[in-house]
């Protein structure tokens, strides 16, 4: 003999169900591709969008574009739980750098965060995964206050950078061995790129494929994503 629940017990006992959090979405692990560049890029709370997405934007699409060694792209984070952007976004990290072996990364994007001028600058284990892995890496980016986490690693001691234009001043002031370019939209000194940020992270990271890629490669993705592109053109200071 069954038994006739109400309609309204069903509903919730089905509710409660969907909602429990054994159904929780779990994020497979990204594909990455061989020969490839592997592409980090460094999320925490309070990362900004644009210099989080003008990066991936560029660098993801090189995977459109024949007869180049393109990007894989993926996020890397002390977790594995969503991320909230400074703007309200969320993300789920594909990789959790406390607790999993990462495939190699041979460029390194750290985009600005909001604390990345204090408490984020007392993250030892963030400081030590960086100092880690831009030894093994053939460029290490920076977007706006993304400089910060560089310079605190100690990875800038010997090369010339950039940060976002209203903290050069605090950049000066919390790093004054450094040497420090303002008034531009970007510098490469060695492996390290470290840009203005905002919008002007599209332009570091064509920079970075022009270098890889050539012109035409470079003209090419700005194209797709409607960016006028003319390195001549840009204020920039690039190490002799």
């Known amino acids: 003999m069954f038994k006739v629940w109400p309609l309204?017990?069903?509903?919730?006992?089905?509710?409660?169900?969907?909602?429990?959090?054994?159904?929780?979405?779990?994020?497979?692990?990204?594909?990455?591709?061989?020969?490839?560049?592997n592409v980090a890029f460094l999320i925490m709370d309070g990362v900004y969008n644009t210099e989080l997405t003008a990066p991936f934007d560029i660098f993801q699409h090189t995977i459109y574009r024949e007869g180049i060694k393109a990007?894989?792209?993926?996020?890397?984070?002390n977790t594995l739980q969503p991320i909230q952007t400074f703007e309200g976004l969320y993300l789920l990290p594909d990789f959790d750098y406390t607790k999993e072996a990462l495939p190699k990364i041979d460029i390194l994007?750290?985009?600005?965060?909001?604390?990345?001028?204090?408490?984020?600058?007392?993250?030892?284990?963030?400081?030590?995964?960086?100092?880690?892995?831009?030894?093994?890496?053939?460029?290490?980016?920076?977007?706006?206050d993304g400089a910060f986490v560089l310079a605190k690693a100690g990875l800038l001691d010997e090369v010339v950078s950039t940060t976002f234009p209203s903290d050069i001043e605090a950049y000066k002031k919390m790093f004054p061995h450094l040497a420090v370019k303002d008034k531009v939209l970007f510098v490469h000194d060695g492996k390290y790129i470290t840009s203005a940020?905002?919008?002007?992270?599209?332009?570091?990271?064509?920079?970075?494929?022009?270098?890889?890629?050539?012109?035409?490669?470079?003209?090419?993705?700005?194209?797709?994503?409607?960016?006028?592109?003319?390195?001549?053109?840009?204020?920039?200071?690039?190490?002799?």
């Open 197 to 240: 940020g905002g919008a002007k992270s599209f332009e570091a990271s064509l920079y970075l494929c022009e270098v890889l890629y050539g012109k035409e490669i470079a003209q090419r993705l700005a194209g797709g994503l409607v960016i006028d592109w003319d390195l001549d053109s840009l204020e920039k200071y690039i190490a002799p």
């Open 71 to 77: 990007m894989n792209t993926f996020t890397v984070a």
């Open 8 to 37: 309204g017990f069903v509903i919730m006992f089905y509710l409660c169900v969907a909602c429990s959090p054994s159904q929780s979405f779990v994020k497979e692990k990204p594909t990455l591709g061989t020969d490839r560049y």
């Open 109 to 144: 994007v750290v985009p600005s965060a909001e604390h990345h001028l204090d408490t984020d600058l007392e993250d030892e284990v963030m400081l030590d995964w960086v100092k880690e892995v831009a030894q093994g890496a053939s460029y290490v980016t920076s977007h706006c």
